[in-house]
């Protein structure tokens, strides 16, 4: 679609110029914010399509299953005709791109899985709706499974965990700390209801190796991961766990790389006020720590919502590239949403930004992106370019060639349910005694090398983690907390 412009990535045209993105600077993160049927969607498209052909992997969720058509050209589809020409775009071409689907239900792309262990208790507690007392008995849980060396692979190791420390608090009392009956009563009712929500599907093995995200095609272009979340969605606070628990890994795993040329991985949020609904504050914290470290991980972070307002202002502060589509201003609320997002830009003083942003058109945005020296340019109102992939989503029948021709295919689609605590806890081991519980092993179990230190549940994504050596079958017990950043060690 594009022409030469060095390596700049091309999002749109203003009155008298094209409105781009330097590559150096899209691991700055980013927004995109307008209201319903603004065009969100389609510019979040054009951005994957422009970062694909730049060689950089996406990460995307398609929680309206409209994003599917990427993997195929488009077509004379009447609207992106009539922007290109009003664009006078006269070397455009179409095109699809490599595209690789991905489902925590398995039906519509390479099932997603996580273990128990690598979620860990901080974010699990999210997920189930816990009290900070009842977060702190699932902490202790995760503590005597690493002890004791117990695998938690998937959602029968921790209900089985958790009964056999309630069962037994009392002789877990004096080295753990207080377990009551209630908490683990009420944390095992939450896993109940998880279950039934399908979280039977997202724990297990094999676990997603994040390395799989990050993959070019023959060409050298960027794979486009698209999660189909149209499901997953009627449990929001399951969507924005995982992509949560996505972007820890990410922090984790991923090496330091400074400032490069052009980011490892963008990472698009979509209904990004989901993952500040409702979250407790020591969360939100680390939440904030990993936005704005994670960008010297190269991976940039953009996040997609009908408000800037939904997002907290320690994290709106560090979305240096801005693509603002229309805002309704008919409530007082809503006015001062137009009034915070004019304030965000920096003016030329030849656009009223608070006005315009209250008269743009569909696939029309107020732009401001970071220059080479990561100064935010002046805002321009610029049309966003049309995406040369289609826009209609893929028929079943062309999804499924899609995902059997992927390199991953029958990977992910086979199960493993390896011994892990489940098993060991089905033999009915004895409690330990209260004098001996820190020297004895439990039966049949085997100690890791060495013992994991208190930690403390505020500690955000502490993980009790199997991770792969060498194959999935090879894991061993560890314990990290996010790196070097909460003093954890791989």
Avoid: C
């Avoid at 700390?177 to 297990?204: D, H, K, P």
């Amino acid at each position: 679609m594009a022409k030469d412009v060095g390596e700049r990535i091309l999002l749109g045209k203003g009155p008298k110029k094209e409105v781009t993105m330097e590559p150096g600077m899209a691991n700055r993160h980013g927004l995109i914010a307008g209201a319903t049927g603004t065009g969100k969607t389609v510019t979040l498209r054009v951005m994957a399509e422009q970062f694909s052909r730049l060689g950089v992997p996406v990460f995307m969720a398609d929680v309206k299953g409209d994003l599917s058509g990427m993997a195929s050209a488009g077509g004379e589809h009447l609207k992106v005709r009539e922007r290109l020409e009003v664009l006078n775009l006269r070397d455009f071409q179409y095109e699809g791109y490599p595209v690789v689907f991905w489902d925590v239900f398995g039906a519509q792309g390479h099932p997603v899985r996580t273990t128990v262990s690598e979620m860990g208790p901080l974010l699990l507690s999210r997920l189930l709706n816990l009290n900070e007392t009842q977060g702190g008995v699932l902490n202790i849980v995760f503590r005597i499974a690493d002890d004791y060396g117990l695998l938690l692979l998937d959602l029968k190791d921790l209900r089985a965990m958790v009964q056999y420390v309630g069962e037994n608090g009392e002789q877990f009392r004096g080295e753990y700390g207080n377990i009551s009956v209630a908490s683990t009563g009420a944390i095992q009712r939450s896993l109940l209801s998880l279950n039934e929500q399908g979280g039977e599907f997202l724990f297990g093995e094999p676990a997603l190796n994040l390395d799989d995200f990050m993959q070019t095609d023959e060409r050298g272009r960027g794979v486009v991961n698209i999660l189909s979340a149209e499901r997953l969605m009627q449990s929001p606070k399951s969507y924005a766990t995982l992509l949560l628990w996505l972007l820890s890994e990410l922090f984790e795993q991923l090496p330091e790389v400074g400032d490069p040329p052009k980011p490892k991985l963008v990472f698009f949020f979509d209904e990004a006020h989901l993952l500040f609904d409702d979250t407790p504050r020591a969360l939100l914290e680390k939440i904030e720590v990993v936005v704005r470290l994670i960008r010297s991980k190269g991976v940039g972070v953009y996040f997609v919502t009908q408000n800037p307002l939904d997002l907290p202002q320690t994290v709106l502060g560090q979305l240096g590239n801005r693509v603002q589509h229309a805002l309704r201003a008919f409530t007082p609320k809503d006015q001062k949403a137009v009034k915070a997002a004019a304030e965000t830009f920096r003016s030329s003083g030849k656009l009223e930004v608070s006005r315009v942003i209250t008269e743009l058109g569909v696939g029309e945005a107020l732009i401001s992106t970071l220059d080479p020296k990561g100064m935010p340019t002046e805002v321009e109102r610029a049309l966003v370019y049309p995406p040369s992939s289609r826009l209609e989503p893929l028929t079943m029948e062309e999804r499924r060639r899609v995902m059997e021709r992927s390199p991953l295919y029958g990977h992910y689609e086979r199960t493993v349910d390896r011994e892990s605590a489940y098993e060991k806890l089905r033999e009915r081991i004895p409690a330990p005694r209260e004098e001996d519980s820190r020297e004895l092993p439990l039966p049949g179990t085997r100690r890791s090398a060495s013992r994991s230190q208190p930690a403390d549940l505020l500690g955000a994504f502490a993980k009790s983690a199997a991770h792969a050596i060498g194959s999935q079958i090879g894991r061993q017990i560890i314990r990290g907390v996010l790196g070097s950043l909460f003093g954890g060690r791989r």
